[in-house]
């Protein structure tokens, strides 16, 4: 914790204070639900088949009726966002998450579970584009890296508390109503938490409320810092006032946009969420046990949550492009490298070993790249006045292709075989790749306004 007061705080000092990390770790929890309510129907399933008797396709319907929920989440939380503020709308995530965990534990039939799941999906969809956003514009910019990235930290954290809790579960009757229904007790402390926090400065400001603005500035900066920063704000939202949602896909905001979508399709094309929903399905397959592949998959999320904290803690000094860069290449030759294994005609002793283990190192090299590139990317690179909408576009993608790749994970291993799926993977990663080497710009350590202004000039807008 810092010695001094956000007044006295030296100019460029990159020690993170509570009026910052407080806001940060409060809105993060909606990151925490939704690694907490995605992993957890990983385990779940496994006794939700037999206890609802559910075929593959009702498994895969129950999967993907959550990111349902998340693309109307995300597709209605955009406009509202930018009207009703960036702390109104978490709250509103918080309650949303409070109904769906509940609806899920208590579910009497899979009707209702679906129904719960969707729920939770706008929840997930809301606080997915809202918290790293709200995040954003609150952090100084030389710590803005890591304090959005808690978004993905706290993913990581909540999948792998999901899967510590799936497997503390499993021998218990009805363990799987445990298993969902627990995912309250986060969402009320969220729920709690935000009612004390104040309104990112950025969105007060584009509303008039300069005094406000400066308020909550001043919490984390001192007074010529806050000023300057408001100024160039102002001066920046001169330039965007009057911005609707059709100047979202105008000619000058298109490169950021492109990128945006670019980095969330590549998130999702890789695979990722095939693992992260069905790990102990494709481990029992492969011919492990349930103890096993649930023991298996800890592990696997162990190894996401620890990544996920070595490279938040590198992002500000490493910066985007080497990790984005260099992670995405070690997930492509990670692919590879399963679909090689699935070749073999045993997959049990030394074979499952390592197929845990390029597993874990697939996890690993996602967590240091992809993982954290989505939210840090989607929140740096647009406008303050039409960033909801905006980011909107790259958190659509994430839950369009996250929906479709559920959906049709157990079907698509049927058709292609777990060696052509994860090679199809592959090549989607060598794709995404290829467009963020030429596209992606460094934003380490400038300004939300600067960053803006750079993709501008890549447009050959003026600004």
């Known amino acids: 914790m810092a010695s001094h007061t956000a007044a006295e705080a030296p100019r460029g000092a990159t020690v993170i204070q509570w009026p910052v990390l407080v806001p940060a770790l409060v809105a993060a929890l909606g990151g925490f639900l939704f690694g907490y309510d995605t992993g957890v129907i990983s385990a779940a399933l496994l006794y939700l ?101 808690l978004q993905q930290l706290m ?52 509303r008039g409320r300069d005094d406000e603005a400066r308020t909550v500035m001043l919490r984390s900066r001192g007074p010529r810092e806050a000023d300057e920063e408001l100024a160039e704000i102002r001066r920046i939202s001169a330039a965007e006032r009057g911005m609707s949602i059709r100047d979202v896909f105008s000619p000058q ?105 390029v597993l874990c190192v697939y996890i690993a090299a996602f967590a240091a790249s992809l993982g954290l590139g989505i939210w840090l990317i989607n929140s740096e690179i647009f406008p303050t006045a039409v960033r909801g909408k905006a980011a909107g576009a790259g958190t659509v993608t994430h839950w369009t292709l996250d929906f479709l790749i559920s959906l049709t994970v157990l079907t698509a291993i049927t058709a292609l075989s777990a060696t052509g799926l994860f090679w199809l993977y592959a090549f989607f990663g060598v794709l995404g790749f290829l467009y963020l080497f030429r596209n992606l710009p460094e934003t380490k350590g400038r300004s939300l306004e600067d960053v803006e202004r750079d993709l501008r000039r890549r447009a050959g807008a003026v600004c």
């Open 49 to 149: 088949s037999a206890a609802f008797a559910l075929s593959s396709t009702l498994q895969e319907v129950v999967v993907a009726a959550l990111l349902l929920g998340a693309i109307v989440g995300v597709v209605g939380g955009g406009p509202l966002v930018d009207r009703f503020g960036r702390r109104r709308l978490l709250i509103v995530s918080a309650a949303v998450f409070c109904i769906g965990a509940l609806g899920s534990a208590f579910t009497p039939g899979p009707g209702v579970l679906i129904a719960a799941r969707f729920v939770l999906g706008v929840a997930i969809g809301m606080s997915s584009l809202v918290v790293p956003t709200y995040i954003a514009e609150m952090a100084p910019r030389q710590v803005r890296g890591r304090l959005v990235s």
């Open 155 to 206: 993913i990581t954290v909540g999948i792998f508390v999901s899967y510590l809790i799936g497997f503390a579960f499993s021998g218990v009757h009805q363990g799987w109503r445990w298993m969902l229904g627990l995912a309250v007790v986060p969402a009320a402390v969220m729920l709690v938490g935000l009612l004390g926090l104040a309104e990112s400065p950025r969105w007060l400001l584009s």
């Open 253 to 357: 905001l298109r490169p950021a946009v492109l990128l945006g979508v670019a980095v969330a399709a590549t998130n999702q094309l890789v695979g990722v969420n095939a693992v992260i929903y069905y790990t102990p399905t494709l481990l029992t397959r492969a011919g492990f046990g349930d103890a096993a592949a649930l023991l298996s998959t800890v592990g696997i999320g162990l190894v996401n949550m620890l990544v996920t904290i070595v490279a938040l803690l590198a992002i500000d000094r490493v910066g985007r492009r080497p990790l984005l860069l260099g992670g995405t290449a070690v997930v492509v030759v990670s692919l590879v490298a399963l679909g090689a294994l699935y070749l073999l005609p045993s997959r049990t002793g030394a074979a499952g070993a390592a197929l845990v283990a």
